[in-house]
């Protein structure tokens, strides 16, 4: 039985579709709406912005131009915040600003194409229960069939995917498939997936097997640092919202939970494990990694993480 890897992660993510053109080139054929298919492609540098120190980690880019001139970005975001929709929209438009290097009339400039996998629900309300593709362009609000083109931008929500089984959109359905279906606890691997030449070939590639211990270790240290981030942004997000309720509910649900944590805390800290390692350690074994391997990450002893994760009941 195989052993996978999460296609999702950075390090995964990029040795499937950042270094193999076909396989890039059928993942975008698949999703995105062209009028006509890409047959070649041309990986460009993926650096348009400077890094967002709190997303740095969060972030997958491959960018690409085809023939036509067309350019494709491709990002994974593990975690949804509304500023993702400004910051895809401006790497688009840097994107289509710097065709202007080389096209000296306006009539030149080719479109550019955001496709973003989000493994999170972020559009939740009831009428948008089953709508998981989000494709946005510039088109007029009274005719929406009149669009200035240059750029178009999809949002597609990984947790909200049930597979079609549709014949006609079958590539679509199996990419969909590898991005949601195949992770670390992956016991048996779809049949559909293995009969698809290029579905089948990135299952080789997201194999455990197929990488060294130096990049599993950038690996499970990248999964780290996104259950990390993504708590810092959860708890940012509840210290705010915490601020619009009655001060003294505030106050009062507050101080329960400092009573009701302040204890474990200051164990820790008096073992020398700061309580951000606490959180990373919680995290950690919440995404599945195993103790001793939190151990070298964290560089403390597996007896220490074991008595962390006794201390907040997530171990027996």
Known sequence: ????????????????????????????????????????????????????????????????????????????????????????????????????????????????????????????????????????KIVNIKDTEKQIKGLELIFIELPKFKPQHRAEKRLYDLWMRFLTEINEITEETPQELLENEFTKEALGYVERAAYTKGQLDAYYQWKIDIMTEIAIVDDALEKGHAKGHAKGHAEGHAEGRAEGHAEGRAEGRAEGITEKTEQVIINSHLAGILIDTIAAITNI???QVTEVLKRHNKIV
């Open 1 to 136: 039985m195989a052993h996978y890897l999460d296609p999702k992660n950075d390090l995964i993510f990029k040795r499937v579709f950042g270094e193999h053109k076909h396989l890039c080139m059928s993942l975008l054929n698949s999703m995105l709406p062209l009028s006509t298919p890409i047959v070649s492609l041309e990986y460009q540098t993926a650096e348009l912005l400077p890094e967002i120190e709190i997303l740095r980690n969060s972030i997958v880019d491959v960018r690409c131009t085809d023939l036509e001139g067309r350019q494709f970005i491709v990002e994974m975001q593990m975690h949804w915040t509304e500023s993702f929709k400004s910051r895809v929209l401006l790497n688009a438009a840097k994107a289509y600003v710097k065709q202007l290097d080389k096209n000296k009339q306006f009539k030149l400039l080719q479109p550019v194409y955001a496709l973003n996998f989000v493994d999170e629900i972020f559009e939740k309300s009831p009428e948008m229960v089953n709508e998981y593709y989000h494709h946005y």
């Open 301 to 303: 002893t597996v007896e």
